[in-house]
């Protein structure tokens, strides 16, 4: 059975509790792949000391659904798992939690890589980097366009 789980929380996550809960009860899928985001303390050579995330509650639990049931639709999934973290986060905190799993390593691989590539490019979620140079939105990078059309 596919089981697909997304949460937006300010709250910290636990990396480890995340994934005990993506094996959990979960005897078919022999493997898992996860992706953790932390917050950079350096941004295009700019000091951050700290990210503001923001998002539209509802919409952006949507999207994130529609990421995660994109990956299952392209490969044979047991589980998929996002978190993303909004608010004010300090440098070295985690973001975000992308978790697969499947019956093989290589659909677990790709599902995790493909979710963030669309995560980063899809989601609606607006940051400002904050540092002692001022405050910046960040704009969408032309590496993580890239990233998304090997797909």
């Not at 509802?58 to 990956?71: D, F, K, N, P, S």
Request: net charge neutral; proline share 3%; glycine share 8%.
């Amino acid at each position: 059975m596919v089981s697909v789980s997304v949460a937006v929380q300010s709250e910290p996550f636990d990396v480890g509790a995340e994934y005990t809960q993506l094996r959990a009860r979960n005897c078919a899928d022999g493997a898992a792949a996860i992706f953790v985001g932390s917050v950079r303390d350096l941004s295009d050579a700019t000091r951050v000391t700290r990210l503001q995330l923001e998002h539209y509650p509802g919409m952006t639990e949507q999207v994130l659904r529609q990421i995660a049931e994109q990956a299952r639709a392209r490969w044979c999934l047991g589980r998929v798992r996002i978190v993303h973290r909004v608010g004010s986060l300090g440098a070295g905190e985690d973001i975000v939690f992308v978790g697969t799993s499947a019956p093989h390593r290589q659909a677990a691989l790709d599902a995790c890589a493909f979710v963030i590539d669309l995560l980063k490019t899809r989601a609606p979620f607006w940051k400002k980097e904050i540092g002692p140079d001022g405050e910046f939105w960040v704009q969408a990078r032309q590496s993580d366009r890239e990233a998304l059309e090997k797909w």
